[in-house]
């Protein structure tokens, strides 16, 4: 049960990128509006389920959130300079293996020659397959919503992204909070986060509003990425909630009309069944 759990944000974090695509809006407007989403996501799981909240679990959760949209806004700058069959595959691979080695490491989830071999094979696999489904070829540029590929800027943005997205994973896995308990002060702390980055920026608009339903998407994964780690590690859960690239990359060449060459589709396929690979033998980890 806790792999059909670790899949569940595959499919909800691998849309998002699709949906702020099609909902439009700059970087900055998708991050506030997805914030609002995820709020109002948390505070109908919080009235649901009643959980005990104290002091602790409100200064842990707006320190996640606060990082989060760090992570957040740099991973849509990312998207909007590479594109998103370009720019999600590198943050993925960038996050995976922060949050693998943080993981194994730090939280001694590997404990045997066992755990380092198949885990540090699966990272290759994903990780190779995040780099293939981001390659180019050099004959032809891909296109991104600003029209042109800016490579140093996106790259930088992702790098932000990173450090954000990591520091949002493992605090709270160094804290061991109850999930249903920690998402609604977690999802202030995104709200004030993606508050100070529109700051002056951004007029809430009608582009703010739709966002917010990739904020209901992110909600979902966000749920059941906290409830995989704490049930089979942040190594493992968290690897697998990355498989969503499959989803992001073929999605924005599909539906949102991100151009590849003949060669580039190959290494896009190769590197998805690569991905697969990966996922696949994250769940023999825990499985066996």
């Not at 695509?21 to 009643?50: E, H, P, R, Y």
């Not at 739709?210 to 906290?226: A, D, E, P, Q, R």
């Not at 704490?230 to 989803?247: K, N, P, Y």
Request: glycine share 14%.
């Amino acid at each position: 049960m806790s792999i059909v759990f670790a899949l569940i944000p595959m499919f909800a974090w691998g849309s998002i990128g699709l949906v702020s695509g099609k909902l439009g809006g700059d970087a900055n407007q998708q991050t506030l509006g997805m914030t609002i989403g995820a709020f109002l996501f948390s505070l109908i799981v919080f009235f649901v389920t009643m959980p005990t909240i104290d002091g602790w679990i409100v200064v842990i959760g707006l320190l996640s959130g606060l990082c989060w949209s760090v992570g957040q806004n740099g991973q849509f700058h990312g998207m909007k300079y590479l594109g998103v069959s370009v720019g999600l595959p590198l943050s993925t691979g960038m996050q995976l293996i922060l949050n693998t080695i943080a993981g194994a490491l730090f939280f001694g989830e590997w404990t045997q020659s066992r755990d380092y071999l198949l885990g540090i094979t699966a990272l290759i696999l994903l990780v190779t397959g995040a780099y293939l489904t981001a390659r180019q070829d050099g004959e032809q540029m891909p296109e991104t919503e600003n029209k042109m590929l800016d490579f140093p800027r996106g790259f930088r943005s992702l790098i932000s992204s990173t450090i954000g997205y990591g520091a949002y994973t493992i605090i709270i896995t160094w804290a061991g909070i109850d999930p249903l308990a920690i998402i609604l002060p977690q999802s202030i702390g995104m709200l004030i986060g993606a508050s100070f980055f529109a700051l002056r920026k951004t007029k809430v608009n009608r582009a703010v509003w739709k966002n917010t339903l990739s904020g209901l998407l992110w909600g979902i994964g966000n749920v059941c990425m906290l409830i995989t780690v704490q049930q089979i590690g942040l190594a493992v859960g968290f690897s697998l909630s990355q498989m969503g690239i499959i989803i992001s990359t073929l999605g924005g060449i599909f539906l949102l009309g991100e151009k590849k060459t003949k060669k580039e589709f190959k290494y896009v396929v190769f590197g998805c069944l690569l991905v697969i690979f990966g996922g696949i033998l994250l769940g023999y980890m825990k499985a066996a």
